[in-house]
């Protein structure tokens, strides 16, 4: 490739250029014989087809019904909770005392004697 090429790549095209050359436009415009191609009956050997509208429709009907069976567990759940809470409790918390310690990565409150590491503060299971 040489610079006159280069040259000749980079030469501006004209807006008025480009509007000129109607042919390419009306090539992308769909024909009459295109549209009723598209509309035609589908073959007989592929079986019965659904239409890309009848697909999404179904689609949105199962996700609306996915939804308000979410919708309805989750007020069961909260109706739960609520009855949970009117119940008293009978357990007791009881601070952690001195001969315990927390591990760093499992979170659990253990006796010093499953204390692994004591610099990471890590019990024998996390270690």
């Known amino acids: ?26 090539a992308l415009e769909p024909t009459p014989e295109d549209l009723a191609a598209a509309t035609a009956a589908p073959e007989p050997g592929l079986g019965e087809v659904e239409s890309i509208q009848d ?14 069976e979410e919708e309805e567990e989750a007020a069961a759940l909260a109706t739960l909770a609520k009855d949970e809470r009117l119940e008293p ?8 005392q001195a001969t ?11 006796h010093r004697s499953q204390l692994a590491d004591k610099k990471k503060t890590l019990c024998r299971d996390c270690a």
């Open 1 to 26: 490739m040489t610079t006159d090429d280069i040259d000749e790549i980079d030469d501006p095209v004209e807006d008025e250029a480009i509007l000129e050359e109607g042919p390419v436009l009306d």
């Open 55 to 68: 697909i999404l429709a179904k689609q949105e009907t199962r996700e609306a019904e996915e939804a308000a």
């Open 89 to 96: 409790v009978d357990s007791r918390v009881v601070p952690m």
């Open 100 to 110: 315990e310690f927390m591990c760093k990565r499992c979170f659990l409150v253990k």
